[in-house]
């Protein structure tokens, strides 16, 4: 093992740990050689990889609990604001939904994908589409708009609403 002198710096390879403090031939510096940790490379190895996976596990089990509160209370709100009609330049008409998602409750939640709901007069539904909000995490309180523009729609569409999950919270006449 190499030792080094702590007052000159000069080192020294010694062929075991001493017993009683060395003294430097150099400069008459006696210091007491400390006994270098053991190093198992695997026994840490696994160690940490123990430490990851708890952390995975306990991460997965709050985001679990965190999605069967968001079940239960519906943190969650979305507001379709309006729906406008735009044109693009090849003369074909889009509709854009606008609205917000709102976080009513007292913690972070993660916002899911939308779904833009199509339906006629008799709430059928003509079409979905599915769209990712650009926020993915909201926190207590906030509120996110988003914008959609929607692909061709059927004919005798008169409803377009927005949901998350399997909740119908906004609709509004077109
Ligand atoms: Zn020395």
């Known amino acids: 093992m190499k030792v080094r002198c702590d007052f000159c710096k000069t080192e020294y390879n010694l062929s075991s740990v001493p017993n009683a403090?060395?003294?430097?031939?150099?400069?008459g510096n006696v210091w007491s050689v400390a006994v270098p940790p053991r190093k198992n490379s695997w026994l840490m190895f696994f160690a940490a990889l123990c430490a990851l996976l708890s952390a995975i596990i306990?991460?997965?089990?709050?985001?679990?609990?965190?999605?069967a509160k968001n079940v239960n209370r519906g943190p969650l709100v979305v507001d379709v604001e309006n729906i406008e009609t735009i044109t693009d330049a090849d003369g074909r008409t889009h509709l854009v939904?606008?609205?917000?998602?709102?976080?009513?409750?007292?913690?972070?939640?993660?916002?899911?994908?939308?779904?833009?709901?199509?339906?006629?007069?008799?709430?059928?539904?003509?079409?979905?589409?599915?769209?990712m909000p650009s926020a993915a995490?909201?926190?207590?309180?906030?509120?996110?708009?988003?914008?959609?523009?929607?692909?061709?729609?059927?004919?005798?569409?008169?409803?377009?609403s927005a949901k998350l999950a399997d909740i119908q919270l906004m609709q509004e006449d077109k």
């Open 137 to 160: 995490l909201l926190g207590a309180g906030d509120k996110v708009n988003f914008r959609h523009i929607l692909g061709k729609q059927p004919s005798g569409v008169k409803k377009i």
């Open 58 to 67: 306990f991460t997965v089990a709050v985001i679990t609990q965190h999605q």
């Open 97 to 131: 939904v606008n609205g917000t998602v709102t976080n009513i409750s007292d913690i972070i939640y993660g916002v899911p994908d939308l779904i833009i709901v199509s339906s006629d007069e008799k709430g059928r539904v003509l079409a979905q589409q599915k769209f």
């Open 21 to 27: 403090p060395v003294k430097c031939a150099i400069c």
